[in-house]
Every structure is written in structure tokens, then in C-alpha cells.
């Protein structure tokens, strides 16, 4: 083997080179070649394709195995494709256009090898999986949409109305604009952030087979958009198309993203029949087209860092597209994001505390470009989770709920993420170096969150933390750090719950019987939100094996209870909610639910004020309102008022609370 698969397989840990590796055959043939697998067998013969004289050229660089065609093979063999370029010319395989593909591109050959195969059909998939499209005009694209069943029944007067919805929704595709934009988007990463960090996308590679992939991402900037589909280019994945809001088809703006892939879809589908019709004509259209698309879910930003609550109307197309019988087949790619710095979050605490959402608009601009230049952004993370395929039975709850669990399972856990799980629980957003490590260790055993050396160092670079001189110093958070901490914890909230809790009942010197109805009252309200199992068993367990580790049970020792206060911080701004609610019931149990919800809501808010905590995840008031419909649905409010046990379990929880901080009143 010519190259090292070392250096060109695996996990992609950066984008700057992308793990490739430098191939030259002849004097005027050169490009890139990539491996989906470490551990080729030495005896396959490798399948190129195209089998000419050029690509046989580069492939013989690379191995010394025998060469077979791979437009016609048997057996198993290791397929191996050569593209000249990445634009429209580039798919085709033999003929003049191949020709002038080589003649144009000689030094920009794209060879990916593969892993091993029996079936010709996914050496042709591996050919055309990083390609551009095939140019369509505007007049074949509105043709292939009204040939969808869902149109079929329309004519005349209706086409027309559907021309005009199409102009509006959909993508315009341009190879020119999309390499520009890679030039252009890697000094901008580069530029701004010191690295993006990549997991898990060589084996999406790998197992998409010869499936279309439909990328469902976490939402949690405007940069979202360009950088999935940054990172996807770089990694030769074709372009997907991707669903964006109305909002962003600005003047300008919106010309440049259409031509970038993006396809623009109201807000609301309501007040027209035809619309919702033509975005499915459209969306079944380019997944027959085997065009990769990308959607989020969540429907719009996240405003605390927490996974939203997934809305399924896009998702719901893609899975009735599945059960077309001619339908290629298509697999789903849950994608988690996450930043150290949310350069565009400033307007989330506006909106979290009931206000209308601004408007997007071309004066935005200047104002996004200071915030970029204003403060070290850190790091860029990005997993890819394994392809779920789709079939013709998949329910669509289910792959709904399938998908915010992949989500939560592989989101990056980055230092800024961990630590705002528990600096906030430190009296004063204070402590010493060696009791935040403490807690970090705790945390991440229990939790599963990986171990990372430069944490605090990492942090303090970004301006979250400073620290004072000493070995074993005390570090702080700034005021103007802490909206910014709690937003990246938010991502993370979920692997820390069963900890959160179990140390709030070890503060209240609760008894095994006591913590598991604190479990059975907060679990199941909290759990669904953050798509985890309704067993908290096995969590439950994890926690408190962790905790005895540590000799943290004993909540006496000052010291402990330092470490168990902030280890109960995950969970702290969800309980608040949770007591407040519960404590208005009690106070006020004849008062109107609207009322009752205000109230909590003001009260949950101070609580957090007057311990010196970020409000930031307690002020979504649908929050409050799902955990009564909780309440309902598991018989502890009946009529509007808690049952007897649910009022003494509240009287306890609330007196355990109390533990947390002398002065953490609700």
C-alpha cells in the first residue's frame, strides 16, 4: 500500500485537511484519495470505476492488488471511484464529457475507496455520492413536482398557482457559487473559530450505502446552515438541499442561499390547501431525484440549549416518501451541533421572557459581523450519528422519537458544556480549582461524558472563568459569562439528570423510599423533553454508584455538601419550575390556572435571581404548563387541586430543596 491508511482513516477530527492523502500517477495526473474502511483485505482485487487508462493510473498508486472493471464484476472486491473535479462534467463516466472532465481537472482527481462489495449497484452509488447534481432547469423541475402523485389530480388554473409556490420554495442549485463558498467559509471557520471538531462521519460514509441521506440537524444558529453543508463538501458528500424559513429569503440574501442549496418554506402551512401538497410534491421529487436533503426539526433555534420538542411536518414527507415502491431508499442522519460561543444568541433571553421574535433582516448584518469580531468563539463540534434507514412500515412517532434520542446520545460534550452543568451550583458562581475538578470527575462518571485534560484551561481562554494566583486557586464566573455557560450546559442537561436529582434528595437527608417518589414525580415530567427512557432505574444507579465513589453520600461535611450542590445544578432550573408550580397549588389551590402559572413563573425566575443563577431556563412559560398536563395525566391533580399524597410529596421535595442555599427560596 503506497499511502499509510493511517493518516486518511477514522473518525474526521478536523476539516482543514480532511484527512486525505496526496496521490500523483504519470507526470500530469494528481488529487486526493480517501478510505471509508482502516483494514482492506489483503486479498481482494480492488473494482475501479471508470476503468480507464487515468484512473487505473491512481489506483495503482495506492494498492498493489489486481485490478478488475468495475462496471462489470464477481465476487467481492474493493470498490474504488475516480472523479475529475466535483462539478456536473465530473458525472460522467466515459464518452467526451469524461474526456474533458480529465482535460479540465488533472491534478483535482477525487478517488474514494470503499468497503468491500459484491453488488455493482453501490460501486455506481459510490461514484455519484459526492457529486454535484445534474443541472435541471426550472421548466423539467416543475414538471417532475406536478408529476407527483399528490398533484396528479391537478390542471389549468391550479399549475399556475403551483409555478408561483415553486419560484417561491425552491432551491436553484449553482456548483460556481458552492465551490466559491467553500473558499469563502473556510477562511470564515478558520478566521473566527480555533478548530471544528468532527465525530462519526466516515462511518455515515461508509454505511449509507446506496441509500439518500436526509441530514436532520440541531438548531442552534443561523451558522448552521453553512456549516453542515461546509463540512459535507469537504468530506466529498454531495451539496444537500436545505430547508430554510421564509424569514431568510431576504433581498440579496436569500438569492445567494437558493443558489447555495436552500429552499425556503412558510412558517405555517395554514389559510392554503395547495401549499403544504407542493412542498411534499417537492420534497418527493428530490428524494427520487436522489438528491441528499437537510431539514431541522426542532423548527427553529433552540433559546436555552435544550433539545426542542421535534416537529414532525417535514420529517412526516420524507417518511410517506418512503413507502413509495420507487422510491431509492433513504436513510436518516441525526447531526448534533454545538458552539462554545453563540455569537447570534443575544436575542434568546429576549424571547424566552415572552417576547415577540424579531424579525431577520438585512440591517442584522453589521450587527452579527461585530458580534463575530467582539470575543473568542472557541470551538465548532459536530457528530454524525449512524444512518437510520427507512422502510415502508417505519411510524412516524417513532422515528421521530428515534432520532431525538440519537440526538441526546451522541451530542458533543465540549468543556464549556460541562462545566456549566455545575460552576453555577458554587455559591457565587466561586470555587477552588480542586473542588471544580472534583465535581467534574464526579459528573463525568456518572453521567459517561468524556475526560478532558485542558478543561478549566479551555474555559478560561474563552472568558468564562478567571482565576485568581495559587495552586489550588478559586475561579469564578463573570456575570456576563453565566447566560452563555447555562446555554452551553443546556445541551448536556440531559445525561446529568439522574445525578441532579439524586444529589438534591442526598441534601435533603432523604431516605431510599423518599428519593424514589422524588424520581417517580420528577422523571417521567422531565424525561420525555429530553428523550430519554421512562426506566430511570439504570441512571439512578450510575449516580449514586458515582457518588459513593467520591464518599459524597454524607451530605455533612462542608465539602460534600459544596460538591452536592453543584452536582444537583443540572436539574435545578427544571425542579425550580417544577416546586414552583407545586407551591402556588399549595398556597393557592382556589386560584385560576392562568394565575397560578404567572405566579410560578415570577417566582421561579427570582429564586434563581436571588441565588445568583441565570434565569434563562426558567422563563419559557409552555414549560410550566406541560408539567400540569403532566399532573393531570398521572392522577396527582384532580379538578385543578393535588391530591393528598401529591401535596405531601411537594411539602417534602420543597423542604428538601431548601438545602441547596440558605438563601434559594420558592
Not at 477514522?10 to 504519470?26: C, E, F, M, Y
Not at 422510491?327 to 453563540?342: F, H, K, T
Amino acid at each position: 500500500m503506497a499511502a499509510p491508511f493511517s493518516a486518511v482513516c477514522g473518525i474526521l477530527a478536523g476539516v482543514k485537511n480532511n484527512n486525505q492523502t496526496p496521490v500523483r500517477a504519470r507526470w500530469h495526473l494528481a488529487g486526493t484519495a480517501q478510505f471509508d474502511e482502516a483494514d482492506l483485505p489483503p486479498d481482494l482485487p480492488w473494482a475501479v470505476l471508470p476503468f480507464d487508462a487515468a484512473s487505473r493510473a491512481l489506483a495503482r498508486q495506492l494498492t498493489t492488488q489486481r485490478l478488475v472493471d468495475g462496471g462489470q464484476f464477481s465476487g467481492t472486491v474493493v470498490p474504488c471511484t475516480v472523479a475529475f473535479g466535483d462539478g456536473p462534467t465530473a458525472r460522467h463516466q466515459r464518452g467526451l464529457r469524461r474526456w474533458l472532465a480529465r482535460l479540465l481537472n488533472p491534478r483535482s482527481a477525487r478517488i474514494r475507496v470503499g468497503k468491500p462489495t459484491d453488488n455493482p449497484k453501490w460501486l455506481q452509488r459510490q461514484f455519484y455520492q459526492g457529486l454535484a447534481a445534474k443541472p435541471e432547469s426550472f421548466d423539467a423541475l416543475f414538471q417532475s413536482v406536478i408529476a407527483q402523485p399528490m398533484l396528479a389530480d391537478l390542471s389549468g388554473d391550479e399549475h399556475r398557482r403551483v409555478r408561483r409556490h415553486l419560484k417561491v420554495l425552491a432551491a436553484r442549485p449553482n456548483h460556481t457559487l458552492t465551490r466559491l463558498g467553500d473558499r469563502v467559509l473556510g477562511w470564515f471557520w478558520t478566521r473566527f473559530y480555533s478548530d471544528v471538531e468532527i465525530a462519526g462521519l466516515t462511518p455515515v460514509r461508509g454505511a449509507l450505502g446506496d441509500a439518500t441521506p436526509v441530514y436532520l440537524s440541531t438548531h442552534r444558529s443561523h451558522l448552521d446552515y453553512l456549516l453542515l453543508s461546509w463540512v459535507l463538501y469537504r468530506a466529498r458528500l454531495a451539496v444537500p438541499l436545505v430547508a430554510a424559513g421564509i424569514n431568510l429569503n431576504l433581498p440579496l440574501v436569500g438569492s445567494v442561499l437558493r443558489r447555495g442549496g436552500g429552499f425556503f418554506i412558510r412558517r405555517s402551512f395554514q389559510g392554503d390547501p395547495l401549499y403544504p401538497r407542493v412542498v411534499q410534491a417537492y420534497i418527493h421529487s428530490r428524494l427520487l431525484n436522489r438528491q441528499p436533503l437537510e431539514f431541522f426539526p426542532e423548527g427553529g433555534r433552540s433559546r436555552d440549549g435544550l433539545t426542542r420538542t421535534l416537529k414532525l411536518g417535514l420529517l412526516k414527507y420524507v417518511v410517506e416518501a418512503a413507502r413509495d415502491p420507487a422510491m431509492p431508499p433513504i436513510a436518516l442522519v441525526p447531526v448534533g451541533v454545538a458552539y462554545d460561543r453563540m455569537p447570534d444568541g443575544g436575542g434568546y433571553r429576549y424571547e424566552l421572557e415572552g417576547r415577540s421574535k424579531r424579525s431577520e433582516g438585512l440591517a442584522d448584518l453589521p450587527k452579527a459581523w461585530r458580534a463575530l469580531r467582539s470575543d473568542p468563539l472557541g470551538r465548532v463540534r459536530v457528530s454524525f450519528s449512524p444512518p437510520q434507514r427507512l422502510h415502508r412500515d417505519s411510524a412516524l412517532a417513532a422515528v421521530g422519537w428515534a432520532v431525538g434520542q440519537q440526538w441526546q446520545t451522541d451530542m458533543p460534550a465540549s468543556a464549556v458544556g460541562q462545566l456549566g452543568l455545575i460552576v453555577p451550583g458554587f455559591a457565587g458562581h466561586r470555587a477552588r480549582v480542586s473542588e471544580l475538578r472534583r465535581a467534574l470527575a464526579v459528573l463525568q462518571a456518572a453521567a459517561g461524558l468524556p475526560r478532558q485534560r485542558d478543561c478549566l484551561d479551555e474555559v478560561r481562554q474563552l472568558g468564562y472563568l478567571e482565576r485568581d494566583e495559587g495552586e489550588d486557586a478559586i475561579v469564578y464566573a463573570p456575570a456576563a459569562a453565566r447566560d452563555q455557560l447555562s446555554y452551553a450546559a443546556g445541551a448536556l442537561r440531559h445525561r446529568a439528570l439522574a445525578l441532579g436529582l439524586l444529589s438534591i434528595a442526598v441534601l435533603g437527608g432523604a431516605s431510599a423510599r423518599r428519593t424514589h417518589s422524588l424520581f417517580e414525580l420528577a422523571w417521567p415530567s422531565m424525561a420525555p423533553d429530553l428523550y430519554l427512557d421512562a426506566d430511570w432505574s439504570p441512571p439512578l444507579d450510575a449516580a449514586r454508584n458515582a457518588l459513593a465513589e467520591a464518599g459524597l453520600l454524607d451530605p455533612k461535611p462542608n465539602a460534600n455538601y459544596r460538591l452536592l450542590a453543584a452536582l444537583a445544578e443540572p436539574v435545578v432550573p427544571a425542579v425550580t419550575r417544577m416546586l414552583a408550580i407545586l407551591r402556588q397549588h399549595l398556597d393557592a389551590p382556589d386560584a385560576e390556572l392562568d394565575e397560578q402559572l404567572a405566579r410560578a413563573h415570577d417566582g421561579a425566575r427570582d429564586a434563581l435571581l436571588l441565588s445568583g443563577r441565570s434565569e434563562l431556563n426558567v422563563l419559557d412559560i409552555k414549560a410550566y404548563r406541560r408539567f400540569v398536563v403532566h399532573l393531570d395525566d398521572i392522577g396527582a391533580r384532580v379538578d385543578g387541586r393535588l391530591t393528598r399524597r401529591a401535596r405531601r410529596t411537594a411539602s417534602r421535595l420543597l423542604l428538601a430543596f431548601e438545602q441547596l442555599d440558605r438563601q434559594f427560596v420558592i
